[in-house]
């Protein structure tokens, strides 16, 4: 069940490619807070930042990437907080996986073909918990292959004689196996059918009412987020334009872009809406449009969208949700194009 003490919070985050002029801005500003028990869903197109920002918080940034600023603190339940990006390696070492662990995009496919799931679950727990006996360690694998709804029995299992969706759980269950307090999961399901998908969720969901940690949910898929996180927040060219309640991202979006993502996806329930998508495509890093990034694509951009960010606030005065557009803006409005 989520709540409003917070576990995670990044805090004008900014992450750049490459140094000095040929360095492209792929975060700017990015401020997002993570709820104890709550599933947090990032969406937006390729290249809008949601795995850039993924990899920054969780320091597995690559080189060219360079975080140039902000901050990100993970909160303990004792109420002391851990700057993330002042982590020492063996402090980055300790902190994965037991207080946070990664499920990455296309992960069923990074379990190594010639090792039993026994194996691999067990090497996370001797790794991170060397005080644990043998039996112990293969009573814990039976569990959380049971956890994730696979039969204990395909413990000596190797991943070739499992499906797509089981090897897939079986990274869930790793991921879980240090009962960390983030999970944070990169397009998990991407490479799944869209009941399989459906299904994962399902029981990621319920675990997460079980064990209590908190997810945060990277996908393009916005209809697959409206079901199954708590908050959205929406990226777009770097930056977070919307974030509310996934329901009140569902009945009433307000960024122009999330409309249009809500429109380029079907939904499972609810009435049938037309797909129109969005037109042209995503800004590249090395060539952001001035203002709103987005106004080269937008019916609705003002003259005053072509020159000036628009900052991240509530809408109108509405509270508890928040908007990058200057549509939702106090006055002085800009004036409309002609
Ligand atoms: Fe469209 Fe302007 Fe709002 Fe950007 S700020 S989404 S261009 S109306």
Redesign the pocket.
Known sequence: MSTTEPVLTIRALNVDYGTGDEAVRALRDVDLTLHRGEVLGLAGESGSGKSTLAYAVTRLLQPPGVITGGDVHYHRRDGSALDLLALSPAGLRAFRWQELSIVFQGAMNSLNPVHTVRSQLTDVLRAHRPEMKRAERTARAQELLQLVGISADRLHAYPHQLSGGMRQRVMIAMALALDPEIVVMDEPTTALDVVMQRQILRRLVALREELGFSVVFITHDISLLVEFSDRIAIMYGGRI?EEAAAQEIYRDPR???SEGLLRSFPALHGPRRELTGIAGSPPHLAAMPA??A??PR?G???D??ATRV?ELAPPDGAEGRTV????HRPAPVPAARP
């Open positions: 334009v960024h122009p872009y203002g709103c987005f106004h937008c609705r951009a003002l005053a969208c628009p990058a557009c200057w549509l």
